[in-house]
């Protein structure tokens, strides 16, 4: 007797970005619950040449004609930010769901927009860093007591780009550091904390020529003796990091956003007994694709196996902290969330 066939969620890819080609989509390929059935460029030929590079087995000329599609059930959308919003509705009113790339939106107003999605829709923004199991597995720690109290997340994230042809150095389409990689510690302080942050400040240096943020230090302060602090630049030397400092231990996630695909990875946890940390706990996770757990995760949400963490108001509630960032930095002082 034949094995019972796993159902799938049908996925198609809105545009041929680098983060599509080169991360995500191998990640939905490889997850159980997947099948990446099409691709859509404004540019056939490229989406025909893409298609074929990645096996994929239809190719659309026009994001409307993949939306139209009725093999697709959910897409994926690693559009410039400017355009997350609408093309997130338009999918979301055409019947599909939706994993989109951070942020959500240009802002908290903007993001609000995605109100108007039909509720028997799924909406989420493709923050796959919550998805990995070093980032699960830090979480427990810092939960189970081992290192005390959690009253700080520290973090820097940084690279070196000043091409100005680059969509990250464009400030009128929601380029910058803190919208591109300063999202990213925000919702670190949020997963780990469990809570969400009440005030924010920030020092930030702009871009003579682009007039984007390119690095900038952040203080959010969760209550109670908690907060998150880090640095974000886009023009500095590349950089990762992710520490959990507690009470009577810290919890360091080594290379916590850009996690090698596919990979093992490490946890060191420390408890202050050698300043140097060189008598850390290195724990080594088995090896795993974030990208393909995140599309797992959304998958069997999409089939109604599983709850999705995270939703639209979610998204909402971390560029509402991005505003705070901006507000901060316009008034030189502590702005509300």
């Known amino acids: 007797m034949a094995a019972a066939q796993t159902k799938k969620v049908r996925w198609g890819i809105v545009s041929t970005a680098a983060i599509g080609v080169n991360k995500v989509i191998p990640g939905i390929m490889r997850s159980a619950h997947s099948e990446v059935r099409a691709i859509a460029s404004r540019d056939l030929d490229r989406a025909e040449q ?58 908290a107003r903007d993001a ?12 989420a923004e493709a923050f796959m860093v919550r998805h990995h199991r070093q980032w699960k597995r ?18 820097i994230f940084s690279y070196f780009n000043d091409d100005p042809k680059n969509i990250r150095n464009m400030a009128d389409i929601g380029g910058g550091g803190i919208m591109d ?16 942050p009440l005030r924010v400040v920030s020092l930030v240096d702009r871009d003579p020529n682009f007039m984007t943020d390119r690095t900038a230090s ?75 757990d995140q599309a797992e995760a959304f998958a069997l949400a999409v089939l109604g196996n599983r709850r999705l963490d995270y939703g639209i108001d979610d998204a909402i509630l971390n560029m509402k902290v991005i505003d705070a960032v901006f507000a901060s930095e316009k008034s030189g002082g502590w702005a509300e969330v």
Do not use: M, W
């Open 181 to 196: 990689i300063g999202c990213y510690p925000i919702v670190a302080g949020r997963y780990f904390f469990g809570a969400e």
């Open 218 to 292: 952040v203080i959010a302060d969760f209550g109670h003796g908690k907060q998150l602090t880090f640095l974000v630049s886009t023009q500095a030397a590349p950089r990762q990091s992710l520490e959990l400092v507690g009470t009577r231990g810290c919890v360091e996630i080594v290379i916590p956003f850009n996690a090698p695909q596919g990979a093992p990875t490490a946890l060191l946890v420390d408890d202050g007994a050698s300043l140097d940390g060189s008598l850390s706990r290195r724990e080594i996770l088995p090896a795993s694709d974030q990208y393909a």
């Open 112 to 123: 609000e927009r995605l109100r108007a999605c039909p509720r028997d829709v799924i909406v």
């Open 138 to 155: 830090a979480r427990e720690i810092a939960h189970s007591g081992e290192i005390g109290e959690l009253c700080a997340v520290r973090s």
């Open 50 to 107: 893409t298609a074929r590079a990645l096996g994929i087995p239809k190719a659309h000329g026009s994001y409307e004609a993949l939306l139209d599609d009725p093999d697709i059930d959910a897409v994926y959308i690693p559009l410039p930010n400017h355009l997350h919003v609408d093309l997130t509705i338009a999918a979301a009113q055409a019947g599909k769901h939706v994993l989109c790339e951070k942020p959500i939106g240009l802002d």
